[in-house]
Structure formats: C-alpha cells, structure tokens
C-alpha cells in the first residue's frame, strides 16, 4: 500500500510565500508523475503543476512564475513553493502521484493541505 502525505499549508498573507511539501511512502518501485493540484470551495479539482520522474514540468497558466514544482526522488518527495500569493490562491492543496507498487501502478492522492492567502 502507498500513502502520500501532505503538509505545509497555512494563512499567509497576499505577496507571501509558502513552501508544500508531499512524502510518498511504502512498497515503491518506482514514482511516475507527481503533481499538485487545488480545490477551492463550490469550484472542481484544478491541475496546478506537475513533474515528471524526468523533471519535466508544467503549469498551470495562473502560476506560472509565481510557483515552482520540484522532487527529491531519493526521499519520494515532491515540494512545490509558492511566492506571489493571490487570494485566488485559497484552496485545499492534494499532491498526486502515479506509482509502481507491488507489480501494479495505480494513481494515490493525499489527503489535503489548506492554503489560505488572506490579509
């Protein structure tokens, strides 16, 4: 069984920055993709960035140049810093993950971490 982790979420205030943090944890073969998306409420699930296991990224146009996806994969960890924040911002964070685990690969969520960007 794989489990993802979340953490880092907070209150900031507008032009401030926080830093997300997502472990990985397990029987892991081996970690695809790994991405963060965003939620806010009465709105769907969003795409906010993503990288792949060969570094490869992609953004959301929203973020682009205000957020930065990276990954330690030694630690099966994925981070995603976010500077310039916006009120819009506000949302419940999940990291994503594609994973080979156990001779299967399956996509795993954690469980939300709550940014709120607020003076």
């Known amino acids: 069984q794989v489990q993802l982790v979340d953490s880092g979420g907070g209150l900031v205030q507008p032009g401030g920055s926080l830093r997300l943090s997502c472990a990985a944890s397990g029987t892991i073969f081996s970690i695809y993709t790994m991405a963060w998306y965003r939620q806010a409420p009465g709105k769907q699930r969003e795409l906010v960035a993503q990288i792949t296991n060969g570094g490869s990224t992609k953004y959301q146009d929203s973020v682009k140049g205000r957020f930065t996806i990276s990954r330690d994969n030694a630690k099966n960890t994925v981070y995603l810093q976010m500077n310039s924040l916006k009120p819009e911002d506000t949302a419940v964070y999940l990291c994503?993950?594609?994973?080979?685990?156990?001779?299967?690969?399956?996509?795993?969520w954690g469980q939300g971490t709550q940014v709120t960007v607020s003076s």
């Open positions: 994503f993950a594609t994973v080979w685990s156990s001779g299967i690969i399956d996509d795993y």
